[in-house]
């Protein structure tokens, strides 16, 4: 048509999303990084027979209190054992106590967290001040009288008893929090459709609460990793938590190494170094996903 004025043809390019592991590193470098020496360590743990130069139960008394060198990385104990080796597979111990232990104490906390944001009145009542009861006590010695009551269960090379009292104080912890995000959730819409609905009471608490509150659960169970670690070392320490001949780090700092601390260091300075780089690494790393999933820390 003549005089017609041409109109400008507008294009509209989509962005593309890029993947979220890659949206994480960029958005949170430290986070990146703590992830990536968690893979170390996981990677030490399960593959320790391949990674270990050396078999962690073997004595050497040849070899007793040898310093670090080309042969011995990190040096050895006072009966000859290889440090190094005895690390990687400490790495094993810690990780899977502090994995299920986590597990397990924020599994049970954030079920117990959305029932009793979800039935609320009375119930609500008695379940917050039983996690009151055991908050108020600090957690190395409520685990302590966990364990001391518990007693040693080994089930293929690992204490379950010692999962159970390190579990118990992290449960307490994730309910409040958990509750506390539960009770937005359990006025929405959809549960009052639920409701209408006739579905069951466990039905609408794992079906429809549950997995609302997938983020901060997930979010805690890497922090709890950390504390998990830190206690079983700390039980292992003080001869509560796992026994020798087992490779597990805050064993390699009780016994003899305060005996020759003085002449042998490296039997302190290496474990000591292995748990701080482990709980530092799972706090950063719970932070960050912290900060990446929660809007609130958004720019």
């Known amino acids: 048509m003549a005089g017609a004025v041409s109109q400008p043809v507008i294009t509209y390019k989509l962005r593309k999303r890029r993947h979220p592991v890659l949206e994480f590193i960029a958005a949170q470098p430290l986070g990146a990084i703590s992830g990536v020496a968690i893979l170390i360590m996981l990677f030490g743990g399960l593959f320790s027979e391949l990674v270990a130069p050396y078999d962690p139960f073997d004595i050497d008394f040849g070899a007793m209190l040898a310093a670090p060198s080309a042969e011995h990385l990190m040096g050895t104990d006072a009966f000859g054992r290889d440090i190094f080796s005895r690390i990687i597979y400490g790495a094993r111990t810690a990780l899977t106590i502090g994995f299920f232990s986590s597990l397990l104490g924020c599994t049970t906390g954030a079920i117990v967290g959305v029932a009793s944001a979800y039935f609320g009145g009375r119930a609500d009542m008695?379940?917050?001040?039983?996690?009151?009861?055991?908050?108020?006590?600090?957690?190395?010695?409520?685990?302590?009288?966990?364990?001391?009551?518990?007693?040693?269960?080994?089930?293929?090379?690992?204490?379950?008893?010692?999962?159970?009292?390190?579990?118990?104080?992290?449960?307490?912890?994730?309910?409040?929090?958990?509750?506390?995000?539960?009770?937005?959730?359990?006025?929405?819409?959809?549960?009052?459709?639920?409701?209408?609905?006739?579905?069951?009471?466990?039905?609408?608490?794992?079906?429809?609460?549950?997995?609302?509150?997938?983020?901060?659960?997930?979010?805690?169970?890497?922090?709890?990793?950390?504390?998990?670690?830190?206690l079983e070392a700390s039980l292992s320490f003080l001869g509560l938590g796992v026994t020798e001949p087992t490779p597990a780090w805050g064993l390699m700092l009780s016994g003899n190494a305060s005996d020759f601390y003085r002449e042998a260091p490296w039997m302190i300075l290496f474990p000591g170094v292995a748990i701080s780089v482990a709980v530092f690494a799972f706090n950063l790393f719970g932070d960050s996903l912290r900060d990446w999933l929660d809007p609130k820390f958004k720019v």
Do not use: C, E, W
């Not at 055991?134 to 379950?160: C, E, H, Y």
């Not at 307490?172 to 209408?196: Q, S």
């Open 126 to 230: 008695i379940i917050q001040r039983f996690i009151d009861v055991i908050l108020s006590f600090p957690i190395i010695v409520l685990a302590l009288v966990v364990v001391a009551m518990l007693g040693r269960n080994q089930i293929a090379g690992v204490d379950v008893n010692l999962i159970f009292a390190i579990a118990i104080p992290v449960m307490p912890k994730v309910a409040r929090v958990v509750r506390a995000a539960a009770l937005t959730i359990r006025d929405m819409p959809y549960i009052d459709a639920a409701r209408a609905a006739g579905f069951s009471h466990t039905r609408i608490i794992f079906r429809h609460m549950v997995p609302n509150v997938a983020a901060p659960f997930l979010i805690m169970f890497t922090a709890y990793v950390a504390q998990a670690i830190l």
